[in-house]
């Protein structure tokens, strides 16, 4: 190079240069870097992750967009320690060198492992778990609705026992995907349809046995709310014995196999029958046992009193009768005579203001041909007839002169 004649470039020219020469390095292309995330940015509009990677000497910067981001099953978070695979290069707008990552999986554990245990906290804190929450799986229920896939084992397995077992309760079977993206979506909807409908006592949802990765859609959040939010009991049982998912956690019961949850779910039809035969063998003795108590209460009665001798009991009323009518009489005359003295009382008051009483001692009533009591001379008038009362009768008299 000349450096009396320099060469003068643009900023943009220089990042671009810098940008060709780090995109055609081969060993930048498909990197696998260790480091620990910083700075950590979930954009939640676009999807997005941006964070910086750093360990005890340096750091770099880090994106990872929506495509890739959308995959990484655990939930990151600052000071985690991360595995990441992508390519370097130069993002030339800001001038700095940055990691593109195509994906991610935590250093040192399994990124679904991490995940599991992340949730399980997460929902675990929340209450989702508690004990407290858990519903009760009727004993003896008419409808039982199976959530599993339509063509595994595990239905039959079910349906098997269902019927040898309690063939009384009625199987509402809906079939749905048990793996695979979105199969989680349609395990929600039975679950939500169940409830909407009420057309089931308990339900069981589950699968056969399988990897990891085959019970993943059991591990979704929203399952386990629905799970929870479910008011018909929930009877969990996904893969083998050994196999744990969140919808184990949540659910009302836990069942270690899909055929272990159809024995959970309804009784044996034998012991409900010879439950029924004790209860009607109970029940007829403790009938007999009563009949035989008041029979003994009976037969003592009879033995008694009035029932013995019947004409003792009609001795006491008759006796009870006299003793009322007696009473009564006397109560009777009583009032008699005290009414008969009243009245000879009230008759003798009665004489004596009695204008008959005064006739009877010679004295005499006048009155006018109208019938009104002469009380003055005033009232009469010179051949006017009057009237005039006696003791023993009364006479027709004409005024023939007045003082």
């Not at 360990?55 to 880090?62: N, S, T, V, W, Y």
């Not at 386990?224 to 919808?247: L, N, Q």
């Not at 209860?279 to 035989?292: D, E, F, G, I, M």
Request: proline share 3%.
């Amino acid at each position: 190079m000349n450096y009396n004649d320099p060469l003068i470039i643009t900023v943009g020219q220089l990042n671009r240069y810098v940008k060709s020469l780090l995109d055609a390095d081969e060993n930048l292309y498909n990197l696998y870097l260790v480091g620990e995330i910083s700075n950590f940015t979930d954009h939640y509009k676009s999807g997005h992750f941006y964070f910086s990677l750093k360990d005890e000497d340096a750091q770099i910067k880090a994106v990872m967009f929506r495509n890739n981001a959308s995959r990484v099953r655990f939930r990151v978070e600052n000071g985690m320690r991360v595995i990441v695979r992508g390519r370097v290069s130069m993002y030339e707008a800001a001038g700095q060198y940055q990691i593109f990552v195509d994906d991610m999986q935590p250093d040192g554990v399994g990124a679904l492992n991490l995940a599991f245990e992340q949730l399980k906290e997460k929902l675990q804190k929340e209450g989702l778990f508690d004990a407290a929450h858990k519903k009760p799986i009727p004993k003896m229920p008419k409808r039982v609705g199976v959530i599993t896939s339509a063509t595994g084992a595990a239905v039959q397995d079910i349906l098997n026992i269902l019927g040898r077992r309690f063939p009384l309760a009625e199987v509402v079977l809906a079939p749905v995907l048990v793996q695979g993206e979105g199969a989680h979506e349609q395990l929600i909807a039975a679950i939500q349809e169940f409830n909407r409908n009420k057309c089931a006592d308990v339900l069981i949802i589950g699968r056969g046995g399988g990897s990891t990765e085959d019970l993943w859609e059991f591990n979704n959040e929203d399952l386990a709310r629905a799970v929870y939010a479910s008011k018909i009991p929930v009877i969990s049982a996904v893969g083998h014995e050994t196999d744990f998912t969140i919808c184990d956690f949540v659910a009302d019961l836990r069942a270690p196999t899909p055929s272990a949850a159809a024995e959970l779910a309804v009784p044996e039809q034998s012991e409900v029958q010879s439950y029924l035969d004790s209860l009607q063998n109970r029940l007829l003795r403790a009938v007999s046992l009563k009949l035989s108590d008041e029979r003994y209460r009976l037969s003592s009665l009879t033995e008694k009193g009035v029932f013995s001798t019947p004409a003792l009991y009609f001795d006491n009323l008759r006796m009870r009768l006299m003793s009322t009518t007696n009473r009564f009489f006397s109560v009777q005359q009583k009032t008699m005579q005290e009414e008969r003295l009243r009245l000879r009382e009230n008759a003798s008051k009665l004489q004596s203001l009695s204008p008959l009483s005064v006739l009877a001692r010679g004295y005499s009533v006048t009155s006018t041909e109208g019938g009104a009591i002469v009380k003055s001379k005033t009232q009469l008038s010179i051949g006017a007839d009057v009237e005039i009362r006696l003791a023993d009768g009364s006479a027709r008299c004409q005024v023939k002169e007045i003082l």
